[in-house]
């Protein structure tokens, strides 16, 4: 299989593997209760984000030894509304155990970079990505059925939800629903 070139460019946006710097980027976000909430993990300290980068740069195609792909989300230069490119988020895949076919996507937004649409071009590149460049047959999704935010960006992007699965994940202290949403290479709208 042939590397990814990276970085992903959109109209917006640029999506790049990660560097050591990220940890201080990541951090105001990764750090905030309202984006940990639907998290597995807790909200992030300086010693967490800079271990989490340390191994998220590792994970730079589905090809290689981490069968993953990690990409920060930044602006581009220029943008009418902001100065500068600025770290706005991350997204995912990563090959489902056992699978050279089905990979599982997942993303997170600065609720400060919300209601612009930049999670939607970020996670539709990624997918096509992921269908055009790695040939995948299915991509899926899992959250906390309490996060509509994610929930409705899959829908945005084309996914479907496949499964409601009540009270099967203990998460902070609670039992908690998790949403799954899917998408095959057939179910792919082509513009």
């Given at each position: 299989m042939e590397p990814l070139e990276l970085p992903l460019t959109t109209d917006?946006?640029?999506?790049?593997?990660?560097?050591?710097?990220?940890?201080e980027t990541h951090l105001p976000i990764y750090s905030r209760?309202?984006?940990?909430?639907?998290?597995?993990?807790?909200?992030?300290?300086?010693?967490?984000?800079r271990a989490q980068v340390a191994e998220r740069?590792?994970?730079?195609g589905l090809e290689t030894e981490?069968?993953?792909?990690?990409?920060?989300?930044?602006?581009?230069d220029g943008l009418d509304s902001l100065e500068g490119s600025?770290?706005?988020g991350d997204i995912a895949i990563w090959l489902d155990d056992g699978s050279d076919e089905k990979a599982e996507i997942g993303w997170i937004l600065d609720p400060a970079a919300s209601g612009h649409g930049f999670a939607t071009e970020a996670a539709i590149a990624v997918l096509n990505v992921a269908f055009d460049h790695y040939g995948l047959h299915?991509?899926?999704a899992q959250m906390d059925a309490r996060n509509t935010a994610s929930a409705k960006l899959a829908r945005r992007i084309?996914?479907?939800?496949?499964?409601?699965?009540?009270?099967?994940?203990?998460?902070?202290?609670?039992?908690?629903?998790t949403?799954?949403?899917?998408m095959l290479s057939s179910d792919r709208q082509t513009a």
């Open positions: 917006r946006l640029r999506l790049r593997t990660y560097r050591e710097s990220d940890a209760e309202d984006v940990s909430r639907f998290l597995l993990e807790d909200p992030w300290t300086a010693e967490v984000a740069m590792h994970r730079t981490s069968r993953a792909l990690a990409l920060v989300i930044e602006t581009v600025h770290v706005i299915r991509v899926f084309g996914m479907r939800e496949e499964a409601h699965l009540r009270k099967d994940w203990w998460s902070k202290g609670e039992w908690t629903d949403l799954i949403f899917g």
